[in-house]
């Protein structure tokens, strides 16, 4: 996510684009490792057409449903009970839904092929897939991504590896940028100490980050902040150790991230951010766990794990979620 002025804040650049010529040639050339044989082998995993796009992977249980697509190694469906929590509208898929990507922001080269070229993809086990991306000459890495659907919940685990397949070491660290449904409420449990005297930062398109920032759509607790509505400027950053946050989306469902926190490791964004999320006026809101750098030497590797959760929560009628209540829920999931 680009967050200032002079680069369009949720439109990639082109040199992060793939032309639709080559995305099709590649598409025609993808390989499937799982055989039809395979694949009906493994409980709750098999191949689908979703939106005209054939051989997607799908992943399910009785309340669960997740779609993996070949384009940029997202996730294309996480719904529960037939309602999908990602924003991926029709007619202009794009690069929307369950994204996810490496960083630091700023500094990390152009990677098109990472970001939205065509991910080869494989049934791993009962409820289980894995995309693999191509080895990046920008990046000099390769990413794979597993899923793991558990067998009786929404529980998803989404584990991000980065090879580094060059000569050189190499630093990056994960970064999730997850388009939810937009207009919900996010809540973000707070930890001390805190580097922000307000629990947050804002970045503005000067491009500066207000380190003391205050917003009437953003509301510190004690112990939480709620972001209730779009803020001034969209992209926030916290350094909060809690290590899960919770959004609260109109469709009447609680999508919840849980992810390892490092508190003595090094996060090499501007900021040093362990979450950020981008909360504009608009029908998404990005919901992004961000990894502590990873300084990988040729050869070697390094994973990232975050969890998903889905939970029937019902959207508080007067717009401001209730702390206690969420996190019991959190605390309760297995």
């Known amino acids: 996510m680009h967050a200032f002025a002079l680069t369009p804040l949720r439109s990639l650049p082109r040199r992060n684009r793939l032309p639709l010529a ?4 590649l598409m025609s050339l993808a390989g499937h490792a799982d055989t039809t044989l395979w694949a009906q082998a493994h409980a709750g995993a098999r191949r689908v057409e979703f939106r005209g796009e054939a051989n997607c992977i799908q992943l399910e249980n009785r309340s669960t449903r997740v779609v993996l697509g070949h384009a940029g190694g997202r996730v294309l469906e996480y719904s529960r009970d037939g309602v999908n929590a990602l924003y991926l509208p029709e007619g202009e898929q794009g690069m929307n839904a369950g994204r996810f990507d490496i960083g630091p922001e700023q500094t990390i080269p152009a990677h098109p092929q990472l970001w939205s070229g065509v991910w080869k993809s494989e049934i791993t086990g009962n409820r ?3 995309l693999t991306s191509v080895k990046d000459e920008s990046t000099g890495v390769q990413l794979v991504r597993d899923f793991q659907l558990a067998a009786d919940s929404s529980r998803l685990e989404c584990r991000q590896t980065i090879h580094n397949v060059s000569n050189e070491t190499v630093e990056y660290c994960h970064w999730s940028r997850t388009f939810a449904a937009g207009g919900g409420i996010v809540v973000i449990p707070t930890t001390t100490p805190s580097r922000f005297p307000h629990r947050y930062v804002m970045y503005t398109p000067a491009p500066v980050i207000n380190f003391k920032p205050e917003d009437d ?61 981008w909360y504009p006026d608009r029908p998404m809101c990005e919901l992004e766990p961000i990894g502590p750098r990873e300084r990988i030497e040729p050869g070697k590797s390094a994973a990232f794990t975050e969890t998903w959760s889905l939970l029937p929560h019902k959207f508080p ?18």
């Open 22 to 25: 080559a995305f099709i040639a």
């Open 128 to 130: 289980a897939a894995r």
């Open 217 to 277: 759509k953003i509301l510190v607790r004690d112990d939480h902040l709620q972001i209730v509505g779009a803020p001034a400027f969209p992209k926030l950053g916290f350094d909060s150790q809690a290590g899960w946050f919770a959004y609260l989306m109109k469709n009447d469902l609680m999508f919840v991230k849980q992810f390892p926190t490092y508190p003595d490791r090094v996060y090499n964004e501007v900021a040093g951010l362990t979450l950020s999320i």
């Open 317 to 334: 009628a007067n717009g401001v979620a209730d702390y206690g209540k969420v996190r019991a829920a959190v605390q309760a999931l297995k």
